[in-house]
């Protein structure tokens, strides 16, 4: 089994603590749950398959009209619904980033041009290159912001330059903004508030993340471009957002304060951390969001030929029940790249001293 396919995976691990799996540290709201619950005596019914009243939950809270949202399984549901409609022959990423466009694309073989953001940079976006790299037959650009798995995010001015330019070429720009709640300022990098100016953009939202829903399953997309969504509603099964999905999304739009909160907790322990890791010599890059990307320097270029009997921190935290993502299978990245969450202070303390704890095991017969 791959360990380094995605994070999350508790079903074929013996795990006490997962700081592998980007979900909001307060977890579920309670009031989602007890949404849940009450959902029971509507089980039997089929769903809702147009999703009328969490579409029009989500129209009132981001102001815009329920035409322009389609909702899913998750925000990857989406992202294959409309690579299977659209069947793209050419696309662009900045890589590394969420693995599920590649997936995507390259199930309806589409050409993948991939521009590599520079690790001696942090894995910053330089607009102006990525916009080089457009070309009048590119069809689609995946954008993940703030980027998954490094935690970086592009304000919505520069964001503005890249729907511009797709828009002179004739290109879809799909905007994932999966994890733009987390940031201080959502509002600040979110492109909502252009959709009417920019149809020739689509922009994914879910709650997976935000309302700690992974299980639950739902995310949606946003585009002034109805015609287009109507296209993913014809080609998708017709019930692919449950009773109680739909249910879970109602009420969670009603938790005003719950990602306040969240926001202030990680700005408080994110600096924490980033210096906890930086601390044990590991090299970190500048997250802004819920999750932070850093690097082990004595693993870096070990394949699993050459690794000898020397144990990876992934491993030395496996045994110790601990989950964390490798990431050395994102485009860009390789061996030694990891990616752990931001929880609650004590579960991120629990986490560095196991980290301390397993380097001074470790590290030696790497170095020898």
Known sequence: MDHAMHGGDIYRNVITHDFSVNLNPFGMPEAVKDALRA???HWDRYPDSE???LRDALARHHQIRSEEILCGNGAADLIFQLVQTLRPRRALLAVPTFSEYGQALQGVGCEIRQ?????EEGFHVPMDELIGCLTQDTELVFFCNPNNPTGIPVRNSELEKLADA???????LVLDECFGAFLEEPEQ???LGTIEKYPNMLIL???TKSYAMAGVRLGYAVCANTQLLAQMRRLRQPWSVSVPAQEAGIAALKQTSYLQQTRALLKEQRPNLTCGLKRLGLTVYDSEANYVLFQVPWERGVTAGNSGEKKSLYEGCREQKLLIR??????????GFYRVCIRTPEENRYLLEQFKQIISLTKGAWQR
Do not use: I, Q
């Open 39 to 41: 959902s029971v005596e």
């Open 51 to 53: 999703c009328a009243a």
């Open 115 to 119: 521009y590599l953001l520079r690790e």
């Open 166 to 172: 797709c828009r002179s070429t004739g290109t879809l």
């Open 189 to 191: 990098y979110s492109m």
């Open 205 to 207: 939202k879910a709650f």
């Open 326 to 335: 490798d990431c050395s299978n994102y485009a860009g990245l390789g061996p």
